[in-house]
């Protein structure tokens, strides 16, 4: 690729830096470097860049969260590259939910970082319309169809783990309507079964009550009798 790139990278690493900065230099491109997530907004702020290499352990706002904001904000953005020393499969939602263009790891052969960069910018260039000297294309010539470049299918997954998330959080929707149902059904039949407690004491208190009295009644009567009793007793004597 004979283009050359203005780039910023995100990372605190004095080595990766020092890394970064040779072998993009090397190739002709120039390179700034932000040391946190602030200051990559600060910069793309005022200046225009062709790529952005984000490390996932961007200071403040990690790199994911960085190109999230970037995509969703930015028209005509630029070319954004994940930096990771994890594993990538391991983070691969990540990677296809933030909207980022490509993933390599940290420790990467150099020529693979720059065939990684050449990729996204080859694309960008092929997309473009050609001029009056291209050469006509081969119909019925019977040609393979090329497979799909590693971005495409990005994309393409991207879009299926999107459709996919918004399945899930439907139906996530559903079980929590039908948990908050239920919980009004059960809240509604506590109150009704407190309502009967209190019923119950109350009739409770109640029978007590009159059962106090009855026996108070009956302590009366029996009293009554007796003296009763004696005072017959006495008129015989």
Request: hydrophobic share 35%; aromatic share 8%; with cysteine.
């Amino acid at each position: 690729m004979t283009r050359h790139l203005r780039i910023l990278s995100s990372d605190d690493d004095e080595g990766i830096r020092a890394l970064l900065y040779s072998l993009l230099t090397e190739h002709g491109h120039e390179v700034e470097f932000a040391r946190d997530s602030d200051e990559v907004f600060k910069n793309l702020g005022r200046t225009k860049y062709d790529l952005l290499i984000l490390d996932v352990n961007t200071p403040g706002m990690n790199g994911y969260k960085v190109a999230e904001k970037i995509s969703g904000n930015i028209i005509n953005r630029p070319r954004i590259l994940i930096f990771t020393a994890r594993n990538i499969r391991d983070e691969e939602l990540q990677f296809v939910t933030c909207g980022a263009d490509a993933i390599i790891r940290k420790g990467a052969p150099c020529d693979e970082i720059m065939n990684a960069i050449d990729t996204l910018f080859s694309e960008s260039e092929a997309a473009k319309p050609s001029g009056s000297g291209s050469t006509p294309s081969n119909e019925g010539a019977g040609q393979p169809m090329p497979e799909p470049h590693p971005l495409e299918k990005a994309q393409e997954s991207r879009k299926k783990l999107n459709e996919d998330l918004h399945y899930c959080l439907s139906k996530i929707t559903q079980v929590e309507d039908s948990i908050n149902l239920k919980n009004l059904r059960y809240e509604e039949f506590i109150r009704d079964l407190l309502k009967e407690k209190q019923r119950t004491e109350k009739n409770y208190l109640e029978f007590k009550r009159i059962e106090d009295e009855v026996i108070k009644l009956k302590n009366w009567g029996y009293a009554v009798i007796a003296i009763a009793s004696l005072a017959v007793m006495r008129s015989f004597f």
